[in-house]
């Protein structure tokens, strides 16, 4: 993928434009979803390469510790939702972390089909002591927009997942 400079138009846009001539598409709705989705692949790839490398975690492991950090203990179901991953894919996350002994495992007592998941002090420790990094290079990613730019994104990347939302009909707390 080939990247524009400071905020140019990138080869990839301007070639999917070129191809889509014609088509009655609407090339703003496509440039901005396109580059959410670029933005978001660049920045996760960003923090496994740097952050993330010194812990030994990929992207999904990082986000399912840092929703039992802010969550405390969830259910399976709930935590894949949270992490946006399928449940599947929790699984073997988890058997990672269980391994790790950064998280455990706990039959739901009511309910013995459901299984309840937190972090141990040594997960906690880790996501305390990760996340001030993970924040700093949060900063530095978004250091060239000013803060109104950076509500304006914000603000608008929260109506887009709102939007998602009402059209999948889920609620925000779903």
């Not at 009655?24 to 979803?33: G, K, P, T």
Request: a neutral charge.
């Amino acid at each position: 993928m080939t990247l524009g400079r400071h905020g140019s138009k990138p080869l990839q846009e301007i070639l999917g434009e070129q191809r889509v001539q014609g088509l009655r598409i609407n090339l703003d709705s496509m440039a901005l979803v396109s580059n959410i989705h670029r933005a978001s692949m660049f920045i996760r790839d960003h923090f496994e390469r740097t952050v993330l490398e010194e812990a030994d975690l990929h992207w999904s492991a990082f986000v399912t510790l840092w929703c039992l950090w802010i969550y405390g203990e969830l259910e399976t179901r709930r935590l894949a939702v949270e992490a946006g991953i399928a449940k599947s894919t929790l699984s073997s996350i988890l058997n990672m972390l269980e391994g790790r002994k950064l998280v455990r495992r706990r039959t739901n007592e009511l309910e013995r089909r459901l299984v309840i998941v937190n972090l141990t002090a040594q997960g906690a420790e880790l996501i305390a002591r990760l996340f001030p990094k993970f924040n700093a290079e949060e900063t530095r990613i978004v250091a060239r927009l000013s803060p109104r730019q950076m509500q304006a994104a914000t603000d608008a990347i929260r109506i887009i997942l709102a939007t998602i939302n009402d059209l999948d009909g889920l609620t925000l707390e779903d």
